[in-house]
Structure formats: structure tokens, C-alpha cells
């Protein structure tokens, strides 16, 4: 049953999917007592924590194979394990969860684009035209419908914080593709997991001692060890294992399940109210993916390649 979940690549992302759902609605939850990097750090240090044996082991059996791939892993873990989410603790404090979990719906256009930039890589033109669709959704969230803020650019500085996240996640996708096949998919996590944490060591003693840290009692714990365990550990996991299968581009398509999942739960966890524009372009957003997702012909090349 598990090794059956393992090479079917679309339930990994679903998996994957809702726990990232989760990630911002709790960094959202956090950013009343704990800096960005603070939640950053600390989410990290839960999670080589927890890997250590696993790293460890890996450390004595692939030891040549870091030495030789360090500098793609150092960016791998500099673009993913730490940019993508310390951005996210970042733009939290500047807007609201379910902006941040509908603005990830631009991970596949910027996968598509940057993919076809940086490796040359083709893109159908049914993915540009759902591209297109999507962004037109997303600029209807972050302008909340404005026509005026859409002509005039005039952004919340949290949103375009979210933008910069996401450029982050893209270039994390497009890489780890490069070195999929060079080491095993659990190397690569624990590899990147601990160079994160090696990094944002500097970075967390300098934000400590210059900005104040308000009370962490049960639910803030609780908060950072979901996020410590689930969207760092199983979604990196999930994520990692469905990429090496049908390619970041494909499985850049189940990102937009994260603002569902992360809607449903600001909702109802944070109380954030789900307004017109937000439900206008979340739905032109997944009317871009069902362009891309439902036919026949994927569904057939989906099976031969699992």
C-alpha cells in the first residue's frame, strides 16, 4: 500500500499541497509573538532535529556525493528550505493568510517561465493560455478587484513580499530536477534541511538582538512544531519524490491547491473573511489548471510514468 502511494506522483502533491496549505495560516498565527527568521530558524531546528539520524546516516554513505553537488544543494537549500518560507513569515506580517495562499497559485507560471528561460525548456500553448488566465485571478486578489490599484501598480508591499517567495520556490523546483537523478531524493532533503539551518544560524542571532520576542505559550508551540514537522519535512518529502517522477513543470500544477487548503483553514482557525474579489480570481485561477490538468492524453502518460 505505501510502496503504491509512493509512485503515484499526483496523490504525493495533494499530500504535499495541503500541508503547505497549513504553513502560512500558521505563520500568520505566529506573527504576533515570533520574528520571520525566528519562525524560520526555529521551524528548521525542529526538523534536522527530527532527521538527524536519518542526515547522519546519510552523511557517512553519500559524503562524496556532497562534496561533489555542495554548491547546487547550498542553493537548493538557500531557494527552498529557507527563502521560500522565511519570505512567507515575512509577508504575513503584511497581509493576510489567504492572500498568501493565493498568490502561491504563481508558482507554475513562474516554473513555466523560468524553466523555459534557465533550461530551455518547451511549454504548450494551452499552459501559457492557463498561465494567463491565473495571473489575471491573481492580480484581481492582490489589487482586491481595483481596476485603479491594477493601473496605478499600487501593490501590498506583504503581496509582492509573497511574489519574491514564489520566485524563490521556482528556482527550488527547477534545480532540484538537475540533481534528482545524482542522489536519492531522501539525501537531497536532509542534505538541504541542515545547510539551511547552518544559515539562518547568523541571521537569527542578529534579528534576536535587535527585535523583541513576545510570548510563546502552548499554541505558539504547537504552531511551530506543525510547521516544523508537516510543510518542512513530509510536503519537502512528497514534493521531492513526485518531481524526480513527472518533472517540476507537471507537478507545479497542484500548487494551486494550496490557497484552497490554506482559505478553508484561515477561515476557520484565524477567522479571516473570504471576500468577492478573492473567491473572482481564485476561480479563474483554477480554471487555468483545469486547462492544463484534465485531458485524457495526461491521464494516460501519468499512469506509463508511475
Not at 26 to 42: E, M, Q, R, Y
Not at 261 to 267: D, I, K, L, P, Q
Request: some cysteine.
Amino acid at each position: 500500500m505505501i510502496q503504491r502511494l509512493g509512485n503515484a506522483p499526483y496523490l504525493l502533491l495533494v499530500g504535499a499541497a495541503l500541508f503547505w496549505g497549513g504553513n502560512a495560516v500558521a505563520g500568520k498565527f505566529l506573527a504576533g509573538s515570533l520574528p520571520p527568521v525566528t519562525i524560520s530558524f526555529t521551524r528548521l531546528g525542529i526538523g534536522v532535529l527530527i532527521m538527524s539520524p536519518v542526515i547522519i546516516r546519510l552523511f557517512r554513505h553519500e559524503r562524496a556525493a556532497l562534496r561533489e553537488h555542495f554548491k547546487l544543494l547550498l542553493f537548493l537549500a538557500v531557494t527552498g528550505v529557507v527563502g521560500f518560507n522565511l519570505l512567507i513569515y515575512w509577508a504575513v506580517n503584511y497581509t493576510t493568510a489567504i492572500n498568501a495562499t493565493l498568490l502561491n497559485s504563481t508558482s507554475p507560471l513562474f516554473i513555466f517561465l523560468l524553466s523555459a528561460l534557465l533550461i530551455g525548456e518547451k511549454m504548450e500553448l494551452k499552459y501559457w493560455v492557463s498561465m494567463a488566465i491565473s495571473m489575471v485571478g491573481v492580480l484581481i486578489v492582490i489589487t482586491h478587484g481595483s481596476v485603479e490599484r491594477m493601473l496605478a501598480l499600487q501593490f501590498n508591499i506583504g503581496d509582492l513580499i509573497m511574489v519574491l517567495a514564489v520566485i524563490s520556490w521556482s528556482l527550488y523546483s527547477i534545480y532540484i530536477k538537475k540533481i534528482s537523478g545524482k542522489l536519492p531524493s531522501l539525501a537531497i532533503f536532509g542534505f538541504t534541511l541542515a545547510l539551511g539551518f547552518m544559515v539562518m544560524i547568523p541571521a537569527v542571532a542578529i534579528e534576536l538582538a535587535l527585535v523583541p520576542v513576545g510570548k510563546v505559550n502552548l499554541a505558539e508551540w504547537s504552531a511551530l512544531f506543525y510547521i516544523g514537522i508537516f510543510p518542512s519535512i513530509c510536503s519537502f518529502l512528497l514534493w521531492n519524490r513526485a518531481v524526480a517522477m513527472i518533472g517540476p513543470s507537471k507537478a507545479s500544477i497542484s500548487l494551486n491547491l494550496i490557497p484552497v487548503f490554506g482559505t478553508v483553514a484561515a477561515f476557520f482557525i484565524l477567522g479571516e473573511v473570504i471576500a468577492i474579489p478573492q473567491i473572482i480570481g481564485g476561480c479563474l485561477v483554477f480554471i487555468g489548471v483545469f486547462i492544463t490538468s484534465f485531458t485524457k492524453k495526461k491521464a494516460v502518460q501519468l499512469v506509463e510514468e508511475a
